[in-house]
């Protein structure tokens, strides 16, 4: 099954780091160094040389282990909340 980890999703700590796949825990860039920029961290070097690896399942747990994000009957448990 594909993901889309990487492109649909991300991760925004409260220190401000992204990271596009949380059990990779690679740091795209962070929001206040880089004047709150979220496109250019997201579409940035950084972004472009993981998004291979993610696409290759270069990560230790299955997608959607973290704590952010966990699979339950076809929907996604995000900050107390079901969506």
């Known amino acids: 099954m594909a993901t889309y980890a990487g492109w649909a999703s991300a991760q925004i700590y409260a220190d401000g780091a992204v990271w596009a796949l949380c059990v990779r825990a690679d740091d795209l860039g962070n929001l ?18 993981v998004r291979p690896h993610i696409a290759a399942k270069e990560y230790p747990l299955p ?12 929907r996604f448990y995000r900050h107390a909340e079901w969506v």
């Open 32 to 49: 206040p160094a880089l004047n709150y920029d979220f496109k250019d961290i997201w579409f940035g070097e950084e972004g472009k040389d």
């Open 63 to 74: 997608a959607g282990q973290c704590q952010l994000h966990q699979h339950a009957n076809g």
